[in-house]
């Protein structure tokens, strides 16, 4: 499913109650002209010769990007690359690299690995070429157009920022603590901008969209409380009162099954408003 995470899971299909059916949905395409790519899997350009298709590789890389443009001392990458260092792996890290530092004298690109002797490694780059600082300006640019009540403009520019999602981050990268802490908080600004997104949709009465758009969401990370009640809002609307109080009981299973908890403040919210016969 380009453009988005992965999903991970069937979500439990509500009988009798219209269509939530997980399919791809639509989007406002951005085509980036940023040539630093991590959001999702990391690639570098157009390049033939490519080494961070290998894994570790890779993670120097984004080891380097996640640190801005700064040295980044030898000692600190060995936590970034494993958890527990082979005996071999500072002479690993300079054998990366050897072949990163090759294959971007053969790129376009104009990013540049410096090397600090005997003391670690930077990667300089533009601010503008790297796809996360893209995907945040796109995503304020969408929360300042939501706030001034351009919610159609809001929704396309959020759409766009997304778009630049090619899969999950980290999911290429080095399992080690480190990383997958890096990961996660990138992976953290696609899910709660994806629920930002489909509140939008809510609003302006997107309503198959934003279902789709919830079911990838929730098949990616089935613990989003606020991604469920926005769900219930519109299976409310789509399938009736009835089957939202269903989706509501099924929200409560997979909520309490994947945190541990039975408090969930936007679920419950939507819960009670069901059974006042409020808007939800």
């Known amino acids: 499913m380009p453009g988005h995470p992965q999903p991970e899971m069937a979500l439990p299909a509500i009988d009798g109650c219209g269509t939530l059916q997980h399919t791809v949905n639509g989007g406002d395409m951005h085509i980036s002209k940023t040539t630093l790519k991590l959001l999702g899997h990391v690639r570098i350009g157009q390049i033939n010769s490519r080494p961070w298709e290998t894994t570790m590789v890779r993670g120097l890389i984004s080891a380097l990007v996640a640190n801005q443009g700064t040295m980044v ?11 527990e260092p082979p005996a071999s792996a500072e002479a690993n890290i300079r054998s990366y690299a050897t072949k990163l530092r090759r294959s971007l004298v053969d790129s376009t690109s104009n990013l540049r690995l410096v090397t600090y002797r005997g003391n670690g490694y930077a990667l300089e780059f533009d601010e503008a070429d790297l796809d996360v600082n893209e995907f945040k300006k796109l995503r304020m ?3 300042q157009l939501k706030a001034r009540g351009d919610l159609t ?3 396309h520019t959020m759409r766009a920022a997304l778009s630049l999602w090619q899969g999950r981050a980290g999911d290429d990268l080095p399992k080690t603590v480190s990383m997958s802490m890096h990961a996660d908080g990138l992976n953290l600004d696609w899910l709660s901008t994806t629920e930002e997104l489909a ?10 969209v934003m279902v789709a758009r919830l079911m990838n969401l929730l098949a990616t990370d ?5 991604g469920w009640a926005l769900l219930v809002r519109g299976q409310n609307l789509i399938g009736g009162h009835s089957c939202a109080v269903q989706l509501v009981q099924k929200a409560r299973v997979v909520l309490a099954q994947t945190t541990g908890s039975t408090q969930h403040p936007h679920t419950d919210y939507a819960a009670r408003q069901l059974s006042s016969r409020r808007p939800v």
């Not at 001392?73 to 958890?83: A, G, I, P, V």
């Not at 509140?199 to 198959?208: H, K, M, R, T």
Request: aromatic residues 12%.
């Open 153 to 155: 403009a809001a929704a």
């Open 141 to 143: 640019a969408g929360q």
């Open 73 to 83: 001392s030898t000692y600190r990458l060995l936590n970034w690359l494993w958890d």
């Open 222 to 226: 089935p613990a989003r409380d606020r």
């Open 199 to 208: 509140e939008i949709e809510f609003q302006i009465g997107d309503l198959d």
